[in-house]
Protein backbone atom coordinates (compact mmCIF):
# COMPACT_ATOMS: atom_id res chain seq x y z
CA UNK A 1 0.00 0.00 0.00
CA UNK A 2 0.86 3.36 -0.72
CA UNK A 3 -0.42 6.57 0.51
CA UNK A 4 0.28 10.18 -0.84
CA UNK A 5 -0.79 13.12 1.28
CA UNK A 6 -1.51 16.55 -0.31
CA UNK A 7 -1.60 19.36 2.17
CA UNK A 8 -3.06 22.48 0.21
CA UNK A 9 -1.04 26.08 0.15
CA UNK A 10 -2.35 27.82 2.46
CA UNK A 11 -5.45 25.70 3.86
CA UNK A 12 -5.61 23.21 6.52
CA UNK A 13 -7.36 20.63 5.21
CA UNK A 14 -5.30 17.49 2.86
CA UNK A 15 -6.58 15.05 0.66
CA UNK A 16 -5.07 11.43 1.16
CA UNK A 17 -4.01 8.94 -1.87
CA UNK A 18 -4.32 5.54 -1.00
CA UNK A 19 -2.52 3.14 -3.68
CA UNK A 20 -3.48 -0.25 -2.72
CA UNK A 21 -4.86 -3.36 -4.17
CA UNK A 22 -8.58 -4.01 -3.39
CA UNK A 23 -9.12 -0.53 -3.23
CA UNK A 24 -13.04 -0.89 -3.13
CA UNK A 25 -12.97 -3.92 -0.07
CA UNK A 26 -10.69 -1.10 1.89
CA UNK A 27 -12.99 1.84 1.38
CA UNK A 28 -16.18 -0.36 2.37
CA UNK A 29 -14.53 -1.28 5.34
CA UNK A 30 -13.18 2.32 6.04
CA UNK A 31 -16.82 3.74 5.70
CA UNK A 32 -18.36 1.36 8.03
CA UNK A 33 -16.44 2.46 10.71
CA UNK A 34 -16.85 5.92 10.24
CA UNK A 35 -20.64 5.87 10.42
CA UNK A 36 -21.14 8.08 7.36
CA UNK A 37 -23.96 8.32 4.89
CA UNK A 38 -22.64 7.99 1.70
CA UNK A 39 -23.74 7.69 -2.24
CA UNK A 40 -21.97 6.05 -5.13
CA UNK A 41 -21.84 8.05 -7.90
CA UNK A 42 -20.36 5.90 -11.35
CA UNK A 43 -21.61 4.92 -15.02
CA UNK A 44 -23.39 1.71 -16.97
CA UNK A 45 -19.69 0.49 -18.26
CA UNK A 46 -18.39 0.63 -14.65
CA UNK A 47 -21.84 -0.41 -13.20
CA UNK A 48 -21.87 -3.21 -15.60
CA UNK A 49 -18.35 -4.36 -15.12
CA UNK A 50 -18.38 -3.75 -11.09
CA UNK A 51 -21.60 -3.97 -9.72
CA UNK A 52 -22.08 -7.25 -7.62
CA UNK A 53 -18.31 -6.16 -6.34
CA UNK A 54 -20.01 -2.35 -5.52
CA UNK A 55 -23.05 -4.66 -4.06
CA UNK A 56 -20.37 -6.84 -1.79
CA UNK A 57 -17.72 -3.78 -0.44
CA UNK A 58 -20.19 -0.73 -0.01
CA UNK A 59 -23.33 -2.99 0.90
CA UNK A 60 -26.60 -0.51 1.64
CA UNK A 61 -25.08 2.26 -0.59
CA UNK A 62 -27.26 3.81 -2.82
CA UNK A 63 -25.67 3.98 -6.30
CA UNK A 64 -26.47 6.26 -8.86
CA UNK A 65 -24.97 5.31 -12.92
CA UNK A 66 -24.92 8.16 -15.54
CA UNK A 67 -24.81 7.14 -19.35
CA UNK A 68 -20.72 6.24 -20.16
CA UNK A 69 -19.10 8.78 -22.38
CA UNK A 70 -18.27 12.48 -22.70
CA UNK A 71 -20.96 13.56 -24.12
CA UNK A 72 -22.91 12.85 -20.92
CA UNK A 73 -20.46 15.37 -19.03
CA UNK A 74 -23.21 17.75 -19.19
CA UNK A 75 -26.06 19.85 -17.10
CA UNK A 76 -28.41 17.19 -17.84
CA UNK A 77 -26.65 14.78 -16.26
CA UNK A 78 -25.11 16.95 -13.33
CA UNK A 79 -28.75 17.89 -12.35
CA UNK A 80 -29.77 14.00 -12.44
CA UNK A 81 -27.19 13.44 -10.31
CA UNK A 82 -28.40 16.13 -7.43
CA UNK A 83 -31.59 15.43 -7.53
CA UNK A 84 -30.49 11.40 -6.89
CA UNK A 85 -28.92 12.55 -3.80
CA UNK A 86 -31.47 15.18 -2.45
CA UNK A 87 -33.31 12.08 -2.89
CA UNK A 88 -31.53 9.83 -0.86
CA UNK A 89 -31.52 12.60 1.99
CA UNK A 90 -27.89 13.25 1.62
CA UNK A 91 -27.01 15.75 3.85
CA UNK A 92 -24.32 18.23 4.93
CA UNK A 93 -21.88 15.37 6.73
CA UNK A 94 -22.45 12.90 3.56
CA UNK A 95 -19.74 11.64 1.46
CA UNK A 96 -20.27 11.19 -3.13
CA UNK A 97 -17.94 8.50 -4.44
CA UNK A 98 -17.19 9.04 -7.57
CA UNK A 99 -16.35 5.58 -8.95
CA UNK A 100 -15.58 5.53 -12.68
CA UNK A 101 -12.83 7.55 -15.13
CA UNK A 102 -12.42 11.29 -15.54
CA UNK A 103 -15.92 11.92 -16.94
CA UNK A 104 -17.67 10.63 -13.27
CA UNK A 105 -14.94 12.22 -11.29
CA UNK A 106 -15.51 15.33 -13.05
CA UNK A 107 -19.76 15.41 -12.33
CA UNK A 108 -19.19 14.10 -8.92
CA UNK A 109 -16.78 15.96 -8.21
CA UNK A 110 -18.66 18.96 -9.40
CA UNK A 111 -22.26 17.76 -7.98
CA UNK A 112 -20.51 17.23 -4.52
CA UNK A 113 -18.80 20.85 -4.76
CA UNK A 114 -22.69 22.23 -5.19
CA UNK A 115 -25.04 20.03 -2.75
CA UNK A 116 -25.27 22.00 -0.02
CA UNK A 117 -22.62 24.45 -0.78
CA UNK A 118 -20.16 21.64 -0.63
CA UNK A 119 -19.88 17.96 1.08
CA UNK A 120 -17.24 15.29 0.82
CA UNK A 121 -16.05 13.55 -2.24
CA UNK A 122 -14.07 10.34 -2.22
CA UNK A 123 -12.69 9.60 -6.01
CA UNK A 124 -12.18 5.80 -6.74
CA UNK A 125 -10.40 6.28 -10.71
CA UNK A 126 -11.10 3.44 -12.84
CA UNK A 127 -9.37 4.01 -15.71
CA UNK A 128 -5.17 4.99 -16.27
CA UNK A 129 -6.47 8.27 -17.30
CA UNK A 130 -8.48 9.01 -13.78
CA UNK A 131 -5.83 7.09 -11.80
CA UNK A 132 -2.69 9.41 -12.68
CA UNK A 133 -4.33 12.53 -13.74
CA UNK A 134 -8.06 13.47 -13.22
CA UNK A 135 -8.41 12.58 -10.00
CA UNK A 136 -5.97 14.57 -8.38
CA UNK A 137 -5.65 18.25 -8.05
CA UNK A 138 -9.24 19.20 -7.47
CA UNK A 139 -10.18 20.09 -10.63
CA UNK A 140 -14.04 19.72 -11.80
CA UNK A 141 -16.51 20.38 -14.39
CA UNK A 142 -19.02 19.83 -16.94
CA UNK A 143 -18.75 20.61 -20.94
CA UNK A 144 -21.41 23.49 -21.53
CA UNK A 145 -22.44 25.10 -24.70
CA UNK A 146 -20.64 23.23 -26.74
CA UNK A 147 -17.24 24.05 -24.88
CA UNK A 148 -15.59 21.66 -22.87
CA UNK A 149 -14.90 22.06 -19.06
CA UNK A 150 -16.64 25.79 -19.44
CA UNK A 151 -18.18 24.94 -16.09
CA UNK A 152 -16.98 23.55 -12.68
CA UNK A 153 -15.23 24.37 -9.18
CA UNK A 154 -12.28 23.60 -7.42
CA UNK A 155 -12.99 20.99 -4.83
CA UNK A 156 -10.50 18.73 -3.43
CA UNK A 157 -11.73 15.00 -2.57
CA UNK A 158 -11.16 14.35 0.69
CA UNK A 159 -9.76 10.91 -0.16
CA UNK A 160 -8.80 8.84 -3.21
CA UNK A 161 -8.64 5.20 -3.54
CA UNK A 162 -6.38 3.92 -6.45
CA UNK A 163 -6.89 0.14 -7.39
CA UNK A 164 -4.67 -1.66 -9.83
CA UNK A 165 -7.22 -4.23 -10.06
CA UNK A 166 -9.31 -1.93 -11.91
CA UNK A 167 -6.59 -1.70 -15.01
CA UNK A 168 -7.60 -5.07 -16.11
CA UNK A 169 -10.62 -4.38 -17.52
CA UNK A 170 -9.47 -1.47 -19.75
CA UNK A 171 -10.00 -1.62 -23.03
CA UNK A 172 -6.48 -1.18 -25.14
CA UNK A 173 -7.45 2.50 -26.07
CA UNK A 174 -8.14 3.77 -22.57
CA UNK A 175 -4.75 2.48 -21.25
CA UNK A 176 -2.96 4.61 -24.25
CA UNK A 177 -5.15 7.51 -23.54
CA UNK A 178 -3.60 6.92 -19.55
CA UNK A 179 -0.64 6.73 -21.04
CA UNK A 180 -0.40 9.67 -22.62
CA UNK A 181 -0.57 11.73 -19.68
CA UNK A 182 1.92 9.13 -18.04
CA UNK A 183 4.54 9.89 -20.93
CA UNK A 184 3.92 13.58 -19.97
CA UNK A 185 5.22 13.34 -16.62
CA UNK A 186 8.49 11.59 -17.45
CA UNK A 187 8.67 14.59 -19.65
CA UNK A 188 8.93 16.26 -16.08
CA UNK A 189 10.39 14.02 -14.20
CA UNK A 190 14.00 12.21 -15.13
CA UNK A 191 13.32 9.06 -12.95
CA UNK A 192 10.09 8.01 -14.76
CA UNK A 193 11.32 8.69 -18.30
CA UNK A 194 13.88 6.23 -17.35
CA UNK A 195 11.84 3.49 -16.20
CA UNK A 196 9.53 4.28 -19.06
CA UNK A 197 12.16 4.12 -21.86
CA UNK A 198 13.89 0.81 -20.42
CA UNK A 199 10.14 -1.22 -19.69
CA UNK A 200 7.42 -2.50 -21.49
CA UNK A 201 5.35 0.33 -21.50
CA UNK A 202 1.75 -1.95 -21.75
CA UNK A 203 2.67 -4.08 -18.95
CA UNK A 204 -0.16 -3.70 -16.81
CA UNK A 205 1.65 -4.89 -13.98
CA UNK A 206 4.13 -2.02 -14.55
CA UNK A 207 1.86 0.66 -14.77
CA UNK A 208 -0.13 -0.30 -11.90
CA UNK A 209 3.45 0.26 -9.86
CA UNK A 210 4.07 3.42 -11.40
CA UNK A 211 0.59 5.06 -10.66
CA UNK A 212 2.05 6.20 -7.61
CA UNK A 213 5.18 7.87 -9.11
CA UNK A 214 2.54 9.92 -11.21
CA UNK A 215 0.47 10.81 -8.29
CA UNK A 216 3.31 12.04 -6.31
CA UNK A 217 4.45 14.05 -9.66
CA UNK A 218 0.90 16.02 -10.32
CA UNK A 219 0.64 15.99 -6.53
CA UNK A 220 4.11 17.95 -6.28
CA UNK A 221 3.13 20.82 -9.09
CA UNK A 222 -0.81 20.92 -7.51
CA UNK A 223 0.17 21.52 -4.28
CA UNK A 224 2.47 24.72 -4.94
CA UNK A 225 0.03 25.70 -6.85
CA UNK A 226 -3.29 24.33 -6.35
CA UNK A 227 -5.70 27.55 -8.29
CA UNK A 228 -3.19 27.27 -11.84
CA UNK A 229 -1.76 30.23 -11.61
CA UNK A 230 1.48 29.78 -12.58
CA UNK A 231 3.95 26.51 -11.37
CA UNK A 232 0.85 24.55 -12.76
CA UNK A 233 0.98 25.00 -16.31
CA UNK A 234 4.06 22.51 -16.40
CA UNK A 235 1.22 19.98 -17.00
CA UNK A 236 0.19 21.55 -19.99
CA UNK A 237 3.65 20.31 -21.60
CA UNK A 238 2.30 19.36 -25.10
CA UNK A 239 -1.48 20.13 -24.53
CA UNK A 240 -1.18 23.41 -26.79
CA UNK A 241 -1.05 21.35 -29.87
CA UNK A 242 -2.97 18.35 -28.14
CA UNK A 243 -5.88 20.28 -27.75
CA UNK A 244 -5.39 22.26 -31.17
CA UNK A 245 -5.48 18.18 -32.68
CA UNK A 246 -8.17 17.35 -30.72
CA UNK A 247 -11.14 19.67 -32.15
CA UNK A 248 -10.71 18.34 -34.65
CA UNK A 249 -9.81 14.61 -34.84
CA UNK A 250 -12.69 12.79 -33.15
CA UNK A 251 -11.06 9.67 -33.77
CA UNK A 252 -7.88 10.39 -31.67
CA UNK A 253 -8.46 9.78 -27.95
CA UNK A 254 -6.94 12.96 -25.57
CA UNK A 255 -4.00 10.55 -24.30
CA UNK A 256 -2.77 10.00 -28.20
CA UNK A 257 -3.49 13.90 -29.06
CA UNK A 258 -0.85 14.54 -26.18
CA UNK A 259 1.60 11.90 -27.40
CA UNK A 260 1.12 14.47 -30.48
CA UNK A 261 1.51 17.33 -29.16
CA UNK A 262 4.77 16.36 -27.49
CA UNK A 263 6.45 14.90 -30.68
CA UNK A 264 5.61 18.11 -32.22
CA UNK A 265 6.39 20.41 -29.74
CA UNK A 266 9.64 18.36 -28.59
CA UNK A 267 10.60 19.22 -32.18
CA UNK A 268 9.38 23.12 -31.96
CA UNK A 269 11.70 23.52 -28.45
CA UNK A 270 14.87 22.22 -31.01
CA UNK A 271 14.70 25.49 -33.13
CA UNK A 272 13.40 27.95 -29.91
CA UNK A 273 14.90 27.36 -26.85
CA UNK A 274 18.67 25.14 -25.95
CA UNK A 275 17.81 21.59 -25.41
CA UNK A 276 19.37 18.43 -25.19
CA UNK A 277 18.69 17.10 -28.85
CA UNK A 278 19.74 13.16 -28.23
CA UNK A 279 16.86 13.18 -24.99
CA UNK A 280 14.76 14.42 -27.38
CA UNK A 281 14.68 11.83 -29.83
CA UNK A 282 14.40 9.48 -26.89
CA UNK A 283 11.27 11.33 -25.63
CA UNK A 284 9.83 11.65 -29.35
CA UNK A 285 10.48 7.22 -29.67
CA UNK A 286 8.81 7.02 -26.46
CA UNK A 287 5.74 8.87 -28.00
CA UNK A 288 5.92 6.87 -30.93
CA UNK A 289 6.28 3.37 -29.54
CA UNK A 290 2.83 4.10 -27.46
CA UNK A 291 1.39 5.36 -30.13
CA UNK A 292 2.06 2.58 -32.50
CA UNK A 293 0.89 4.10 -35.44
CA UNK A 294 1.49 6.34 -38.63
CA UNK A 295 2.17 9.69 -37.54
CA UNK A 296 2.39 11.12 -40.79
CA UNK A 297 -1.17 10.10 -41.57
CA UNK A 298 -2.07 12.83 -39.04
CA UNK A 299 -2.39 16.77 -40.71
CA UNK A 300 -1.12 18.29 -37.54
CA UNK A 301 -0.98 22.18 -39.70
CA UNK A 302 -4.58 22.04 -40.57
CA UNK A 303 -5.68 21.65 -37.08
CA UNK A 304 -3.49 24.60 -35.67
CA UNK A 305 -5.65 27.35 -36.28
CA UNK A 306 -8.19 26.04 -33.80
CA UNK A 307 -5.66 26.77 -31.15
CA UNK A 308 -6.30 30.24 -30.98
CA UNK A 309 -9.44 28.66 -29.21
CA UNK A 310 -7.67 27.08 -26.64
CA UNK A 311 -8.63 28.97 -23.26
CA UNK A 312 -5.05 29.17 -22.22
CA UNK A 313 -3.98 31.82 -24.90
CA UNK A 314 -5.11 34.60 -23.34
CA UNK A 315 -2.80 36.78 -25.43
CA UNK A 316 -2.63 36.93 -29.34
CA UNK A 317 0.51 34.04 -29.33
CA UNK A 318 0.47 30.61 -29.11
CA UNK A 319 1.87 29.71 -25.72
CA UNK A 320 3.93 26.59 -25.48
CA UNK A 321 5.09 24.37 -22.64
CA UNK A 322 8.13 22.29 -24.43
CA UNK A 323 10.69 19.49 -23.18
CA UNK A 324 13.87 20.75 -23.42
CA UNK A 325 16.70 18.52 -21.31
CA UNK A 326 15.51 15.44 -19.51
CA UNK A 327 13.00 16.50 -16.46
CA UNK A 328 13.13 20.12 -17.61
CA UNK A 329 10.85 22.35 -19.38
CA UNK A 330 10.54 25.85 -21.16
CA UNK A 331 7.75 27.74 -21.84
CA UNK A 332 7.56 29.96 -25.23
CA UNK A 333 5.57 32.28 -27.43
CA UNK A 334 5.11 32.08 -31.09
CA UNK A 335 2.50 34.14 -33.12
CA UNK A 336 -0.31 31.91 -34.99
CA UNK A 337 1.77 32.19 -37.96
CA UNK A 338 5.40 31.07 -36.89
CA UNK A 339 3.24 28.32 -35.24
CA UNK A 340 1.55 26.83 -38.12
CA UNK A 341 5.02 27.32 -40.42
CA UNK A 342 6.67 25.16 -37.35
CA UNK A 343 4.46 22.67 -37.91
CA UNK A 344 3.87 22.26 -41.39
CA UNK A 345 7.71 22.05 -41.38
CA UNK A 346 7.58 19.65 -38.63
CA UNK A 347 4.96 17.39 -40.65
CA UNK A 348 7.10 17.45 -43.78
CA UNK A 349 10.15 15.91 -42.22
CA UNK A 350 7.90 13.37 -40.10
CA UNK A 351 6.39 12.10 -43.82
N1 LIG B 1 -10.25 17.08 -13.58
C1 LIG B 1 -9.08 16.99 -14.19
O1 LIG B 1 -8.06 17.47 -13.72
C2 LIG B 1 -9.01 16.24 -15.49
C3 LIG B 1 -7.77 15.92 -16.06
C4 LIG B 1 -7.76 15.18 -17.23
C5 LIG B 1 -8.95 14.78 -17.82
N2 LIG B 1 -10.14 15.12 -17.25
C6 LIG B 1 -11.41 14.70 -17.85
O2 LIG B 1 -11.48 13.28 -17.79
C7 LIG B 1 -12.31 12.82 -18.84
C8 LIG B 1 -11.64 11.66 -19.51
O3 LIG B 1 -11.46 10.64 -18.56
P1 LIG B 1 -11.35 9.12 -19.02
O4 LIG B 1 -10.34 9.00 -20.09
O5 LIG B 1 -11.20 8.32 -17.78
O6 LIG B 1 -12.76 8.87 -19.74
P2 LIG B 1 -14.14 8.19 -19.27
O7 LIG B 1 -14.49 8.53 -17.90
O8 LIG B 1 -15.11 8.50 -20.34
O9 LIG B 1 -13.76 6.65 -19.33
C9 LIG B 1 -13.42 6.05 -20.56
C10 LIG B 1 -14.27 4.80 -20.81
O10 LIG B 1 -13.81 3.75 -19.97
C11 LIG B 1 -14.91 3.17 -19.26
N3 LIG B 1 -14.36 2.63 -18.03
C12 LIG B 1 -14.08 3.28 -16.88
N4 LIG B 1 -13.44 2.45 -16.03
C13 LIG B 1 -13.32 1.26 -16.64
C14 LIG B 1 -12.71 0.01 -16.29
N5 LIG B 1 -12.07 -0.17 -15.14
N6 LIG B 1 -12.77 -1.01 -17.18
C15 LIG B 1 -13.37 -0.84 -18.40
N7 LIG B 1 -13.93 0.31 -18.79
C16 LIG B 1 -13.90 1.36 -17.93
C17 LIG B 1 -15.90 4.29 -19.13
O11 LIG B 1 -17.19 3.82 -18.93
C18 LIG B 1 -15.74 4.98 -20.49
O12 LIG B 1 -16.49 4.31 -21.45
C19 LIG B 1 -12.55 13.99 -19.76
O13 LIG B 1 -13.86 14.47 -19.59
C20 LIG B 1 -11.53 15.03 -19.31
O14 LIG B 1 -11.97 16.35 -19.51
C21 LIG B 1 -10.19 15.84 -16.10
ZN1 LIG C 1 -4.23 16.02 -20.63
Known sequence: MKTVRLHWKGKAEESVVICRKNALKFLGQT??????????FTDTNVLSLYGKKIKRTLPDIP????????????????FSLLSAMAKAELHRNSVLIALGGGVVGDVGGLAASLYMRGIDCIQVP???LAQVDSSVGGKTAIDFC????????????VRVYVGPDFLKTLPMREIRCGLGEIVKHAALDKELFDELVSREVFDLEFLGEIVPKNIEIKAAVVRKD????GLRRCLNLGHTTAHAIELNE???????CVLLGILYESRIARTHVPCDKSYLDELEGLCRRVLSCDISSFDVPSFAQSSVLDKKN???GIKLV???FKGEYAEIELSLEEYTRELARIRGELC
Open 63 to 78: VFAMEAGEEHKNGETL
Open 250 to 256: STLSHGE
Open 126 to 128: TTL
Open 314 to 316: TGK
Open 146 to 157: GVKNLVGAFHQP
Open 31 to 40: LQSSNTRAFV
Open 322 to 324: VPT
Open 226 to 229: PQEK
